[in-house]
């Protein structure tokens, strides 16, 4: 299949890129590189399944030639992004959603949105389910990326109900792995870049708060699957396995421990 892949250049995107080639499809990718990183892609120039636009999607946009798919993941995703960039985080979730889907659309192909476990909000189920419909605060500093993914679904849905779109919803929760950057203010990379630097690990609270990591790999995977097999209604993609972040950090010191041990 010929896919289109938004936030091509992200920690995410770039993976699935990786694993739509090497499943045989030919890829373009877009992104305009206000949060994604050009090297992520960098093993992947010359590959003759893989083109890179460099392109604000929230823009009108066009792709020539047939299309089989298009996979939406442009946006700022970690809370240090869409902190700084709020208006940026809102069009890429409402223009660049409708974009996408309007390609899709005109070339008759499959549209999948990278939403987000924060369409929840603050959640008051635990685990939450995909009926859940959420307790979300949209004025709030994080409502720029919770309302964004929350009008991203109500849009999506509305091109599936409306012009018989075939959609998916892919509700994505705390991944891990390489490409994620050092600084992306996620309690992993953070734990890692301090025990890298020998600096004590920052625990907010009693440490007894509980998180879920879904290695990359493992993610990608489900998406895929999502992709191929899924229907209209939302999915959510995650590890169910819960620890607290003193659990974490613990591992996170183990694991440097070792691995200082075995360099000596």
């Given at each position: 299949?010929?896919?289109v892949?938004t936030g091509?250049a992200g920690?995410?995107?770039?993976h699935l890129?990786?694993r ?5 499809h030919?890829v373009v990718?877009?992104d305009?590189?206000?949060?994604g990183n050009?090297?992520?892609l ?9 083109t890179l636009i ?5 823009r ?18 970690s809370?240090v992004?869409?902190l700084?960039l ?5 069009k890429?979730g ?11 659309k005109a070339k ?12 929840y909000?603050?959640?008051q189920e635990h ?5 859940y ?8 500093p ?8 929350r009008?991203?679904?109500?849009l ?6 409306s012009h ?9 929760f705390n991944t891990?792995?390489p490409?994620?950057r050092?600084?992306?203010g ?15 690990l ?14 990359v790999?493992d ?9 191929e097999?899924?229907?209209s ?7 169910p396995g819960e ?13 440097h ?5 075995r360099?000596?």
């Amino acid at each position: 299949m010929r896919l289109v892949v938004t936030g091509a250049a992200g920690f995410l995107g770039s993976h699935l890129c990786d694993r739509l080639i090497a499943l045989g499809h030919s890829v373009v990718g877009m992104d305009n590189l206000i949060t994604g990183n050009r090297a992520n892609l960098r093993h992947l120039e010359g590959h003759p399944a893989f083109t890179l636009i460099e392109q604000d999607v929230s823009r009108y946009i066009t792709v020539e030639g047939p299309l089989d798919a298009m996979l939406h993941f442009a946006s700022p995703a970690s809370p240090v992004d869409y902190l700084q960039l709020p208006i940026q985080t809102l069009k890429v979730g409402a223009l660049g959603t409708h974009n996408a889907l309007g390609v899709a659309k005109a070339k008759g192909a499959r549209f999948l949105l990278a939403s987000t476990s924060e369409v929840y909000g603050d959640p008051q189920e635990h685990p939450q389910g995909e009926a859940y419909w959420g307790h979300v605060n949209p004025i709030g500093p994080r409502g720029v990326y919770d309302e964004a993914k929350r009008f991203a679904e109500a849009l999506t849905m509305a091109y599936h109900r409306s012009h018989g779109l075939d959609t998916r919803i892919v509700r994505i929760f705390n991944t891990y792995g390489p490409r994620m950057r050092p600084r992306d203010g996620r309690v992993v990379s953070n734990f890692i870049v301090q025990a890298l630097r020998g600096e004590p690990l920052t625990i907010y609270g009693d440490g007894l708060q509980t998180r879920s990591f879904c290695y990359v790999d493992d993610m990608i995977q489900g998406i895929v699957l999502a992709f191929e097999r899924a229907d209209s209604d939302p999915v959510n993609l995650g590890n169910p396995g819960e620890f607290t972040v003193r659990e974490l950090a613990g591992l996170v010191l183990r694991w440097h421990s070792s691995a200082r041990t075995r360099t000596r």
